[in-house]
């Protein structure tokens, strides 16, 4: 048996069926947002950059610690460098902000306040010897713990560059 609809009328019914369609889509979708979440993923920025300043926290800060490598000493002036820290700013735009940025967690740590947790002579070792830190430092075994098993790579960088990214982080 075949049953014929006025065009019209079936137009209007397609138009229905369409709007029902995306209502029941953005109803599912949308929900009913819970006021309490424990457990569970949760979509926000704000909250996933807290738990990044408390996962940190569970990393020692020791600014007696020089780390492993060849830099046994820095002398930091009382005035940043502003030359060198825009040396260090450019350097760190090319080879460390695929896993670095200045204040949220990405694949390895914040930037920002990483001289009020570790001496300089531990940032400039870890920047010219992730390896060797790795495998002898404390601090970076725990840093690598705490950022899933993501080795630093080793970006080849000289001691100047290194001092240099190193004069950079002093800005921020």
């Keep these: ?32 947002k819970e006021e309490k979440k424990e457990d569970g993923f949760e979509m926000n920025r704000t909250k996933k950059e ?5 996962v940190e926290e569970g990393v020692p800060v020791d600014m007696d610690n020089k780390g492993v490598g060849p830099i046994t000493s820095v002398k930091l002036d009382a005035e940043v460098n502003t030359e060198l820290a825009t040396k260090g700013e450019a350097i760190f735009g090319t080879t460390c902000i695929a896993c670095h940025t200045v204040e949220t967690r990405l694949i390895g740590p914040a930037i920002k306040g990483v ?6 002579e ?14 002898e430092d404390v601090i970076a075994k725990a840093l690598f713990k705490e950022y899933n098993n993501a080795l630093m790579t ?6 100047e560059q290194a001092r240099s990214v190193l004069e950079y982080f002093r800005t921020l």
């Design 1 to 32: 048996m075949l049953i014929l609809v006025p065009l019209n009328l079936y137009s209007q019914m397609k138009r229905i069926l369409v709007i029902l369609a995306v209502s029941a889509f953005v109803v599912s979708c949308g929900g009913k």
């Design 50 to 54: 807290e738990k990044a300043a408390k």
């Design 115 to 120: 001289l009020e947790r570790r001496s300089p």
């Design 122 to 135: 531990w940032v400039m070792n870890m920047i010219l010897n992730p390896d060797g830190m790795l495998k």
């Design 154 to 159: 080793n970006q080849g960088l000289t001691e």
